[in-house]
C-alpha cells in the first residue's frame, strides 16, 4: 500500500498529494533557500516528481526560476512556498512544513558552509552537496 500525505499552501487555495516514500529529507543552509523561506534554514522532503500531484488550485501555482535547477513554486493567491522542482536531480524538494502528516526525519544537512543557525544534531553536514549529485561530498564539522 502506498503512503500518501496532503498538504496546502498557507491559504489552503493549493492542495498538493506526496505519494510513496521520500527520496530523503534534510536541512538546507543556503542563501537562496534562507531567502526563500524568509529563515534561517529550510527542511526539505525530496520526491520523485510522479509522486507529488497538486489536486487543487493549479491555476494560483507560480513559478519563480532561482536558477537553471531550481524552479520553485508558490500560490499566487497567499505567496505561500510550496515546493521547488530539481530536474536536473529528478526530485521536486516539497517544504517539509507543508506535509504535517508526513514524520520529517532529517538525514543530512546541506550547503552547511553557509549555515547562519548551527545546529548540533549528529547530522552529516556537507559543505555543500553529497558528491552522488554533483557537490564535493566533503562534510564540515558541526
Not at 558552509?113 to 552537496?129: H, I, Q, S, Y
Request: hydrophobic share 35%; proline share 8%.
Amino acid at each position: 500500500m502506498t503512503t500518501t500525505h496532503k498538504g496546502a499552501c498557507f491559504c489552503g487555495s493549493i492542495e498538493i498529494e506526496v505519494s510513496g516514500t521520500p527520496e530523503g529529507m534534510g536541512y538546507c543552509h543556503c542563501a537562496s533557500c534562507r531567502a526563500w523561506s524568509a529563515g534561517p534554514v529550510n527542511a526539505f522532503s525530496l520526491w520523485k516528481p510522479d509522486g507529488v500531484r497538486i489536486t487543487r488550485g493549479q491555476d494560483l501555482l507560480g513559478e519563480y526560476a532561482s536558477a537553471p535547477n531550481s524552479k520553485r513554486r508558490f500560490c499566487r493567491n497567499c505567496g505561500g512556498h510550496l515546493m521547488t522542482d530539481h530536474p536536473e536531480w529528478g526530485v521536486t524538494d516539497v517544504f517539509a512544513a507543508v506535509i504535517p502528516s508526513l514524520a520529517f526525519e532529517p538525514g543530512l544537512h546541506v550547503n552547511y558552509a553557509e549555515t547562519v543557525l548551527p545546529m548540533r544534531d549528529g547530522l552529516p553536514k556537507f559543505r555543500d552537496f553529497p558528491a552522488e549529485i554533483g557537490g564535493s561530498g566533503e562534510q564540515v564539522p558541526e
